[in-house]
C-alpha cells in the first residue's frame, strides 16, 4: 500500500519556468520532509514542515505543508539544471514513509 | 566532518550467493537505519537500530535477511542466499535520535547491488 503519492512521476522542463510538485495522503503525519536524490547518491534533506498549513522558503524552493497535514506541494520558481534529479517526500509515522519520487529533468 | 560512509559501492552476484554491506554511520549519531530502494521507487526501511539495539525490524525478511550493530557504531547487513528479486539499491543513513519528529537522518551514497 503506497501511503504517499507523488504526483507526476516524471517532469521535463526548460530552464526558466516554473513548476510544482505535488504529495499527497489520506493519512495524517506529524511531519513531512522533501529530499533530493541525484544518480549513485542517497537522499538530501531539503526541509521539514511540521505545522499544519504551513509554508517555508528555501531560496527559489517553496514548500507547503496542507492544513490537514496530509499533503504537501514543493513550488520551484525559475528552474535551473541544477535542480536535475529525484525529488522524493517523506512522512513520519515513527519511521518515515517515503513516496515514489518525482523524477525532475530541467534542461539548460 | 565525514559523511555516512557505505561499501561496497557496487556488487555483484549469482544468485543463492551471500552478500554483505556495511555501514560506518556520522559520529556520535546513535540512530542507524538500513533502506532497501527499488529502481523507480522510494526508500522502504528494513531496520532501525538505537545504538546496539534493533527498535524496529519488521519490515526486515527476516529467512534470508539479518544485520547487527555491534557496539552500536558500524553496521553489517547480510543476505543469505540472495534471489533475483534483491537486486536493488541498498541505503544506510543514521541521526542523532530517532523519535517522533525525526531528527535529520543523513544518508550514505547507497550499495548498488545486482543478483544474476
Known amino acids: 500500500t503506497q501511503l504517499l503519492e507523488q504526483s507526476p512521476q516524471f517532469l521535463s522542463i526548460q530552464e526558466g519556468e516554473n513548476l510544482t510538485v505535488y504529495c499527497n495522503s489520506s493519512s495524517v503525519f506529524s511531519s513531512l520532509q522533501w529530499y533530493r536524490q541525484e544518480p549513485g547518491e542517497g537522499p538530501v534533506l531539503l526541509v521539514t514542515v511540521v505545522t499544519g498549513g504551513e509554508v517555508k522558503k528555501l531560496k527559489r524552493l517553496t514548500f507547503q505543508f496542507g492544513d490537514a497535514r496530509k499533503d504537501s506541494s514543493l513550488h520551484i520558481t525559475a528552474a535551473q539544471p541544477g535542480d536535475t534529479g529525484l525529488y522524493l517526500c517523506?512522512?513520519?509515522?515513527?519511521?518515515?514513509?517515503f513516496g515514489k519520487g518525482t523524477k525532475l529533468s530541467v534542461k539548460p | 566532518e565525514a559523511g555516512v560512509v557505505q561499501s561496497p559501492r557496487y556488487k555483484i552476484i549469482e544468485k543463492k550467493q551471500p552478500v554483505a554491506f556495511w555501514c560506518n554511520p556520522i559520529?556520535?549519531?546513535?540512530?542507524l537505519y538500513w533502506y532497501l530502494q527499488n529502481l523507480g521507487q522510494g526508500p522502504e526501511l528494513l531496520i532501525r537500530y538505537e545504538n546496539e539495539e534493533a527498535v524496529d525490524d519488521s519490515q526486515l525478511p527476516k529467512d534470508r535477511f539479518s544485520a547487527e550493530r555491534l557496539k552500536g557504531v558500524d553496521s553489517t547487513l547480510k543476505i543469505q542466499p540472495a534471489e533475483l528479486g534483491d537486486s536493488a539499491v541498498y541505503l544506510c543513513?543514521?541521526?542523532?535520535?530517532?523519535?517522533?519528529?525525526?531528527?535529520?537522518?543523513?544518508f550514505g551514497p547507497g550499495t548498488r547491488l545486482t543478483v544474476l
Open positions: 543513513a543514521s541521526s542523532l535520535e530517532g523519535g517522533e519528529l525525526s531528527d535529520t537522518q543523513y
Open positions: 517523506a512522512g513520519s509515522q515513527g519511521n518515515l514513509i
Open positions: 559520529s556520535g549519531h546513535n540512530t
